[in-house]
């Protein structure tokens, strides 16, 4: 259920009279992601998505997020870029919620991973952390490491024993190889660069490439090579958890002749993807053990991860996954 | 949860070498419908809906429904052409589901029905019952009067007796009544023409007019009278359950105007909206008594059609219910 906040036609016609980009033709809900409520718009001037920000992103940030939108817009990252209304604030209210219009994106998710989409990813993840450079503002990461251990806190009730007893041992040393911090360069990122975050066009017969990369509502301010982290752990394991070196050598290559990984950051990238993995592990995790099973909403099986953490705690360095 | 069936960018690009419609350039699940999967396609040519067949449509019916609407919109009237594939061919497999793409309607159903919409919806019925008239191939109702006695035996075991006890009786008094084959004029009937079936553009200041005509998966050939015994179900009450005998006068006059309704069709109006209201009622019913509690759908209230089918039980006349 991806719609949870209905809009009624003249509530978004009266909503739609504070902009200056054409009549209502058309909207629609979309039946993608789960954080926020979406409706695919369609106006006399073009396509729009419109987004009513739900109950897990905290208002006091939105500016923050669509502010760095913005700024990655304009450095020519392809984002969804938020429309301003007539008196330039693109943050507005509808139907009692946060909601904004951002420009629409063309292209696709790829629903399945080919080693042809991680050279292109690669280099967007690395033309991503440089257009952030310049945004002044930061955010923390709410789900960083220190956010790790009172996470599982909250799941060992109702967690199974020895899944609880497996992370608490992982987590310890996971957290005892932590870069600290100033060790490894910082600057704003995705932190949620999934599959279904990155649109691709495919012309018959071509190559696939980027056209935009979207929902930044994870996005802060943390170590760029996490970012890579996340990236290997969401887009480099097949179907039956086996780890496809050659997706995470394309990637790793892609975006390091954009930014050349230091020493370092070479030096912390097992840590860090056993770190990534811990991440939406415990999160799903949460959920997992939080959520009614009546309630109507898709659970993510927070095992898959499990899988992740052991493949990258048997890695020894970077050249096991790929660097 | 409208999308039932996920579709691959990769099935999605081969399914459209069938068609000469141009290169994909975006799809996105709808999140609306309940029967079938809907996407949204954006092509280098335009703007399509792309329609996979879950199990409550039978594939057998599907080119009848596709060929009304083919024979509709040749006639006309504004709904979704079935766009055929470069052999011809409307109704092709996908995913392992029958699919279909259409063609595109602008507009949005109204959230809140207001009066300007009825005469607009009068006219339109009318319109649709007379390009239907030339389509030779006919299709029974499976959900017409014979049907309900059967739907109302498979929800007794679970259903409230008090209620249960009710419809039997109001069951019976309607079937007495019920218009003898041949009394009233037939044609192809829309069936399920719900306001989220509708599509209206409102222009600025404008009154609303008709973009297109939506979802004829019910489609069938019966009683016309009873397609508008179901309109006026569907449109004419109010949230506190009271009946709007100005919206149901907007909408018998336009309908009117176009197709008179004869005397025997006036004198049955009252029974066929008794009716159409069990009608809703026990389909609803029985999804609600055979819907496990935890099931990702929503299920619609039943009782909403049972004080329909007491308004409609006290209506004397045409004249009670706006005639």
Sequence with gaps: MAVYTEVTDEALRAFLAEYGIGELQAYRGIAEGVENSNYA??????????????????????????????????????????????????????????????????????????????????????????AGMGFPATRKNGLGAEAWAPLLDRCRADGEPGLIA???????????????????????????????????LEDAGRRPRISGLIDFYFACTDMLAYDIAIVLNAWCFESDYQFNVTKARAILSAYGARRPLTPAEWAA????????????????????????????????DPLEYLHRLRFFAHARDAAAIGG
């Design 269 to 300: 990238l097992p840590v860090l993807c056993r770190g990534a993995a811990m991440r939406f592990l415990l999160t799903r995790l949460y959920d997992w053990v939080n959520t009614p099973p009546g309630a109507m909403v898709t659970r993510k």
């Design 166 to 200: 497996e992370l608490d041992a992982a987590l310890a040393a996971i957290l005892a190889e932590w870069p600290a911090p100033g060790a490894l360069p910082i600057g704003h990122i995705h932190a949620d660069l999934f599959p279904d975050n990155v649109f691709f």
């Design 41 to 130: 718009l369609k106006t006399t001037q073009g396509d729009f998505i419109l987004t009513l920000y739900e109950k897990r992103v905290d208002p006091a940030e939105l500016p923050w997020f669509l502010g760095l939108m913005r700024h990655l817009a304009a450095q020519g990252l392809s984002c969804p870029e938020p429309v301003p209304g007539r008196d330039g604030a693109a943050l507005r209210q509808l139907a009692g919620r946060p909601a904004a219009i951002c420009t629409f994106l063309p292209g696709f998710w790829p629903r399945r991973v080919r080693p042809s989409h991680c050279a292109p990813l690669g280099d967007a993840l690395a033309r991503l952390h440089a």
